[in-house]
């Protein structure tokens, strides 16, 4: 199983930002995707997560602000709009594969919220 982030960079306070990760290998149809973040000197936390029958999780500081959906044409792929960005969103974010009690990580992309 593979993850392939993408996405990310610098937007100003306020701006929007939009992550993609694509999954690929044998994959149950069963499964969680989800975006986790980690800034420097803290742990890394669950942003947002939607199962695979399209329920969504998200963090209390991203409600409202960040939304995660799945990809019509390509269920395994799945899109993080962050939107209303503010300078505490910076931090490598790192989208995650559940099933069957197994996960996986993707490399970490870095969104950076700066004037």
């Known amino acids: 199983v593979q993850l392939q982030a993408s996405g990310g960079g610098l937007a100003q306070p306020g701006g929007s930002l939009r992550l993609s990760c694509a999954a690929s290998?044998?994959?149950?149809?069963?499964?969680?995707m989800g975006w986790y973040r980690q800034a420097p000197g803290k742990q890394r936390e669950m942003v947002a997560s939607?199962?695979?029958?399209?329920?969504?999780?998200y963090a209390d500081s991203v409600k409202g602000r960040f939304t995660i959906s799945r990809d019509s044409s390509a269920r395994n792929t799945v899109i993080l709009q962050l939107n209303s960005l503010k300078a505490e969103d910076t931090a490598v974010y790192y989208c995650?594969?559940?099933?069957?009690?197994?996960?996986?990580w993707g490399k970490g992309t870095l969104v950076t919220v700066s004037s």
């Open positions: 995650n594969l559940r099933f069957w009690d197994m996960g996986y």
């Open positions: 290998g044998s994959i149950s149809s069963n499964n969680v």
């Open positions: 939607i199962g695979s029958g399209y329920s969504t999780n």
